[in-house]
């Protein structure tokens, strides 16, 4: 089956604690994006990578970080200094051809919770 | 930041009615998308529509889009309990190559 896997599907992190969530694909997409979304909004973009061993910040980057060193992973980190992390996180990739004029396909998105 | 921008927010309807979003921009753009959320699933792609495109039809439903008033609406016939989801739009965003995705209309169709 082709698509885009996150995992876990819950996550759960204590106050000072870095956790990554994961995001692979095999549709053989060079762009890869994170988004976040909070209740009742819309996706707000962290990090995008267009190519492999590149990325760059979104709009809410602070408190993130990613690595992009395969083609078919873009793991997101939220860090310690994320002092609101609680939100479900969407993962998307795109083939990277026609930036801005693409479909993105999504995964099933992974929610973080704060203990 | 989110260009798209949807109305209304949120829309009940009963199994069989029509609904009825629109999206509204504020820059020009070279297309448009829709894009449909279950509840705590991620988006699925509905429907592209082009500049030069005013209507486009996809099953039941369709998308047209004004680029003179710069807005785009969603449009789904005789609705079924499975339309239930938030519904975006999304717009290039060509300062940074990327999509501005709307804050969403949650509809509800009740059998």
């Known amino acids: 089956d082709g698509g885009i896997t996150q995992s876990p599907k819950y996550l759960f992190r204590k106050e000072g604690q870095n956790v990554t969530l994961s995001c692979e694909q095999n549709l053989n997409h060079d762009a890869m994006y994170w988004y976040r979304q909070d209740p009742g909004q819309g996706l707000r973009l962290i990090y995008y990578s267009q190519i492999v061993n590149d990325f760059q910040k979104g709009d809410i980057a602070e408190g993130y970080s990613v690595s992009r060193e395969k083609k078919e992973s873009f793991p997101l980190t939220v860090t310690s200094a994320q002092k609101n992390p609680t939100a479900f996180y969407l993962c998307?990739?795109?083939?990277?051809?026609?930036?801005?004029?693409?479909?993105?396909?999504f995964g099933p998105g992974t929610r973080l919770l704060v203990l | 930041s989110q260009q798209g921008e949807e109305d209304p927010q949120a829309l009940s309807i009963q199994e069989g009615e029509n609904a009825t979003m629109n999206c509204s921009y504020k820059t020009s753009i070279n297309n448009l998308q829709w894009y449909r959320q279950n509840s705590g699933r991620g988006l699925v792609h509905l429907i592209l529509i082009r500049s030069n495109e005013r209507e486009k039809h996809s099953g039941r439903l369709r998308v047209t889009l004004d680029t003179s008033k710069k807005s785009s609406s969603l449009l789904i016939t005789a609705s079924r309990a499975a339309d239930t989801a938030s519904y975006f739009c999304?717009?290039?965003?060509?300062?940074?190559?990327?999509?501005?995705f709307g804050k969403g209309n949650q509809v509800v169709v009740i059998p």
């Open positions: 999304a717009t290039p965003h060509y300062g940074n190559n990327r999509l501005a």
């Open positions: 998307a990739s795109s083939t990277g051809t026609a930036f801005g004029e693409e479909t993105q396909y």
